[in-house]
């Protein structure tokens, strides 16, 4: 998926350039000679750009609002002037994306890290190695509830201290408190051997709530 975006800022990028290219000089009594560009092209680029950009940063972020308001007609304004100014921002969108400064981008590559470790995950209590399983979803699970003490400003620590501190912040009710501390348990056993205490309906379980964690927390 993100390589998709990258793909995609590069096209949008090559077709400023094209739309830059077009541009004609016309002449106004009121304003004199001006420079203009297609309007139909480019609203067109600016609807693409617009899709983009809420993409990657959100349809609330500021790089979209900040896009909204550069496009909005203008006293005395005119198109290729328009398209300077959302140029501007969509190259800030862009920027900021290649530098991993975008909190939405960073929750679609954890996704993709974390979706193809519980498949991983999945594969293995397939094949009969339940306790690996186990083990590499409890890896998961607690990386998310660090990274989500890391957004809310929660001091880290052991699993249980942040599942906690987390439940007080109001960041999630107890139930999912009781979950994580239940698949916590399943991990724990897991990696100390102690097989006894769960089965694989147990891991399969696992896997499940941790994948429903992650969707209700990486967005």
């Known amino acids: 998926m993100t390589?998709?975006?990258?793909?995609?800022?590069?096209?949008?990028?090559?077709?400023?350039?094209?739309?830059?290219s077009t541009k004609v000089m016309k002449y106004s009594e009121f304003s004199g000679s001006y420079p203009?560009?297609?309007a139909n092209a480019l609203l067109g680029w600016?609807?693409?750009?617009?899709?983009?950009?809420?993409?990657?940063?959100?349809?609330?972020?500021?790089?979209?609002?900040?896009?909204?308001?550069?496009?909005?007609?203008?006293?005395?304004?005119?198109?290729f002037e328009e398209l300077q100014r959302?140029?501007?921002?969509?190259?800030?969108?862009?920027?900021?994306?290649?530098?991993?400064?975008?909190?939405?981008?960073?929750?679609?590559?954890?996704?993709?890290?974390?979706?193809?470790?519980?498949?991983?995950?999945?594969?293995?209590?397939?094949?009969?190695?339940?306790?690996?399983?186990?083990?590499?979803?409890?890896v998961v699970l607690e990386t998310n509830v660090r990274n989500l003490c890391t957004d809310h400003d929660i001091e880290h620590g052991k699993l249980d201290k942040m599942n906690a501190d987390l439940t007080k912040a109001g960041v999630y009710n107890s139930i999912q408190q009781k979950r994580i501390t239940a698949m916590a348990g399943i991990r724990n056993a897991a990696a100390h051997g102690d097989t006894e205490k769960f089965n694989a309906g147990d891991v399969k379980g696992m896997i499940d709530d941790v994948e429903r964690f992650l969707a209700s927390n990486l967005q």
Do not use: W
Request: with cysteine; hydrophobic share 40%.
């Open 86 to 138: 959302v140029k501007a921002i969509f190259l800030a969108a862009k920027e900021d994306y290649e530098g991993g400064y975008l909190n939405t981008v960073r929750n679609l590559v954890q996704a993709e890290v974390f979706g193809s470790e519980l498949e991983q995950a999945g594969e293995l209590l397939s094949a009969g190695y339940a306790s690996a399983a186990a083990v590499i979803a409890g």
């Open 46 to 79: 600016e609807v693409k750009a617009k899709s983009l950009i809420s993409n990657v940063c959100g349809e609330e972020s500021h790089h979209m609002q900040t896009f909204v308001e550069a496009e909005k007609p203008r006293s005395f304004s005119n198109s």
């Open 36 to 38: 203009s560009i297609d």
């Open 3 to 20: 390589k998709l975006f990258g793909k995609r800022f590069s096209e949008l990028e090559t077709q400023i350039t094209t739309l830059e």
